[in-house]
């Protein structure tokens, strides 16, 4: 997964994605508790991207994601989570060609 995927970043997340042989997409999430020190807050983060995942994953058929949070999603609002998790599908699916 690691050694040559797809990459976006911003200040919240950075998130790598290949493509698989599945006929279905696959989430991976990495919150690292060093990075977002409270457990209320990773929880509310791992929440956030699995609800904007399932919303998507028909669109980003036959990939990997792997999402890894930054520190300053920890603060964050769910709303600018969302728009920037949206970013990230949006450039994923152009990237790595899954829809027009």
Same mark, same amino acid.
């Given at each position: 997964?690691?050694?040559?995927?797809?990459?976006?970043?911003?200040?919240?997340?950075?998130?790598?994605?290949?493509?698989?042989?599945?006929?279905?997409?696959?989430?991976?999430?990495?919150?690292?508790?060093?990075?977002? !020190? #409270?457990?209320? @807050?990773?929880?509310?983060?791992?929440?956030?991207? %699995?609800? +904007?995942?399932?919303?998507?994953?028909?669109? *980003?058929?036959?990939?990997?994601?792997?999402?890894? !949070? #930054?520190?300053? @999603?920890?603060?964050?609002?769910?709303?600018?989570? %969302?728009? +920037?998790?949206?970013?990230?599908?949006?450039? *994923?699916?152009?990237?790595?060609?899954?829809?027009?």
């Amino acid at each position: 997964m690691f050694d040559n995927p797809v990459r976006t970043t911003d200040k919240f997340f950075t998130v790598l994605a290949v493509n698989n042989h599945l006929q279905h997409p696959r989430l991976g999430l990495a919150i690292a508790k060093k990075q977002i !020190a #409270r457990a209320v @807050a990773r929880n509310r983060i791992k929440r956030t991207i %699995r609800e +904007s995942f399932r919303l998507r994953r028909h669109q *980003l058929d036959s990939l990997d994601i792997v999402v890894l !949070a #930054r520190r300053d @999603a920890g603060k964050a609002a769910q709303e600018l989570l %969302r728009s +920037s998790l949206e970013r990230h599908w949006q450039k *994923l699916a152009d990237r790595c060609g899954i829809y027009s």
